[in-house]
């Protein structure tokens, strides 16, 4: 579904991404993880086309999007739903609201038809009832879900999640993590999650990809990323990658 091919990108002299390599299989859930400031948000943000790249390759369904812009472009983001960290919902909007925006946007369907399906997608994140408050009045457990379902509304292809449990206690974190696992089974999707939660994102995910200095240096399953022999995956894993970067 995806395949990232040599990826590099700097800002001024920062090198943030250093030939960044990585497929993600049509049908998976497949978590990029790695130390904060590492670059994993940068990497979401090339896909979904919203930073190019200085050179490499990004191919979504076999097309290089780091080629394309306008029309074209913008026809395959039409396949990819977004769930950014902290929600990124508009405050003056309603549940509802916030949830029809990608349907509305595009301006195809009639409002029956809009209705029937964030009712749905709120149902099926369990916000039954919740359409006509705003984000203000929700816990952040509720905005998390709010985002899934707006970005379930359209039924793309694929979804990405930037850091989707940040801020939340471990209890929401599983939570979030389990309502995300039954949305992927019920809706199909390709998923990619840009986490720090270890050990709670190997229950979710079918491929673990560790990004460090710039560079994919792990992948497998969860089983085979957490019996990694690479000093750099078993310290993040243990929560040392600090003191390693110290010595």
């Known amino acids: 579904m995806i395949e990232i091919k040599d990826l590099h990108k700097s800002f001024g002299t920062q090198r943030v991404l250093k030939g960044v390599n990585l497929k993600i299989e049509e049908g998976q859930v497949t978590a990029v993880v790695g130390r904060s400031g590492g670059g994993k948000s940068v990497l979401l943000k090339h896909i979904v086309g919203l930073i190019k790249p200085d050179r490499g390759s990004i191919f979504i369904r076999g097309q290089d999007i780091t080629k394309l812009s306008g029309k074209r472009l913008d026809e395959i983001r039409s396949q990819i739903g977004v769930v950014f960290?902290?929600?990124?919902?508009?405050?003056?909007?309603?549940?509802?609201?916030?949830?029809?925006?990608?349907l509305?946007?595009?301006?195809?369907?009639k409002k029956e038809e809009i209705h029937k399906r964030v009712i749905?997608?709120?149902?099926?994140?369990?916000?039954?009832?919740?359409?006509?408050?705003?984000?203000?009045e929700l816990s952040g457990g509720m905005r998390k879900r709010v985002a899934l379902a707006r970005a379930l509304i359209s039924e793309?292809?694929?979804?990405?999640?930037?850091?989707?449990?940040t801020g939340l206690d471990p209890i929401l974190v599983r939570t979030i993590h389990k309502l995300i696992r039954q949305a992927h089974e019920q809706y199909g999707?390709?998923?990619?999650?840009?986490?720090?939660?270890?050990?709670?994102?190997?229950?979710?995910s079918d491929k673990v990809a560790m990004l460090h200095d710039g560079k994919i240096i792990e992948v497998g399953t969860p089983e085979e990323f957490q019996k990694s022999e690479n000093p750099y995956v078993k310290n993040?894993?243990?929560?040392?990658?600090?003191?390693?970067?110290?010595?």
């Open 104 to 109: 509305v946007e595009k301006g195809k369907l």
């Open 156 to 165: 793309p292809k694929i979804i990405l999640f930037d850091e989707p449990t």
């Open 120 to 136: 749905k997608a709120l149902s099926d994140v369990g916000l039954q009832g919740m359409e006509y408050k705003y984000p203000a």
């Open 189 to 204: 999707f390709t998923g990619l999650i840009i986490s720090h939660e270890i050990p709670e994102i190997f229950e979710i």
């Open 85 to 102: 960290q902290g929600g990124a919902l508009f405050d003056s909007l309603t549940v509802y609201d916030n949830v029809a925006f990608p």
């Open 236 to 247: 993040f894993i243990m929560g040392l990658e600090e003191q390693e970067d110290r010595l």
